[in-house]
């Protein structure tokens, strides 16, 4: 099994483009999560989705949108990004104990 | 509201010294606690993780933690530190509910040879 992926794994951005983020998991999970990861702050989260059809908003959901696309798949959108969303993006899933499963991470850099 | 307090943001340790990693946290209920670990470039990998029952709870990589629900806290040990546990340590705390996690801020770990 895979368990989380992320896609794409580095990306650099231009103030104002849009991009996609893209995660999957293969373990039958029901939740997912998208967090950013900046120095000094920890983990912080973007959105999350409890069940497949349903995302709600995190701490900081502000410039981002996700969509829940089926039960593997839940994907994280910049319409227009800017230089303070250069960070470390994780997905993750859980179980129903609330142990968090994490992908590898993208990093993005907006310039 | 839930919060997590990682008081040392940076501590070094001996290779072979002893390890305590600080944990506190605050939750109305009796909370799922977790230990994650996160490599240079890496994703998040779970140490350990605490629901109920023995408040001492064994871990990977030889990690242990102990829940003090009197302190609210649950602090990371480890009796021998290798060079390969250099990496940084995210205490979380869960409601149960909706599976959301509220993380620490993290404590980076150096170990000297």
């Known amino acids: 099994n895979a368990g989380v992926t992320q896609t794409p794994k580095f990306q650099v951005l231009k103030t104002g483009q849009s991009m996609t983020l893209q995660c999957a998991q293969d373990?039958?999970?029901?939740?997912m999560y998208w967090y950013r990861q900046d120095p000094g702050m920890g983990l912080r989260l973007i959105y999350y989705?409890?069940?497949?059809?349903?995302?709600d908003k995190g701490e900081v959901p502000n410039g981002y949108n996700v969509s829940r696309l089926n039960k593997r798949e839940f994907s994280l959108r910049l319409e227009s990004a800017a230089p303070s969303q250069t960070s470390v993006y994780f997905c993750?899933?859980?179980?129903?104990?609330?142990?968090?499963?994490f992908g590898p991470g993208t990093r993005l850099t907006v310039l | 509201a839930q919060s997590v307090t990682q008081p040392d943001i940076h501590i070094t340790v001996s290779e072979g010294a002893s390890l305590e990693l600080r944990c506190n946290y605050s939750?109305?209920?009796?909370?799922?606690l977790f230990w994650y670990v996160q490599s240079p470039g890496q994703g998040l990998q779970l140490l350990l993780k605490?629901?109920?029952?023995?408040?001492l709870v064994q871990g990977i990589k030889g990690f242990e933690a102990e829940f003090k629900r009197s302190q609210s806290s649950f602090n990371l040990r480890k009796p021998s530190v290798h060079w390969s546990d250099a990496a940084e340590y995210f205490c979380?705390?869960?409601?149960?509910?909706?599976?959301?996690?509220?993380f620490g801020q993290g404590t980076t770990l150096q170990v000297k040879p």
């Open positions: 939750y109305g209920a009796t909370p799922y």
């Open positions: 989705s409890a069940s497949e059809g349903t995302t």
């Open positions: 605490y629901f109920s029952g023995d408040t």
């Open positions: 993750a899933s859980s179980d129903q104990y609330n142990e968090q499963f």
């Open positions: 979380a705390v869960g409601s149960g509910n909706t599976g959301k996690l509220i």
């Open positions: 373990m039958n999970h029901n939740s």
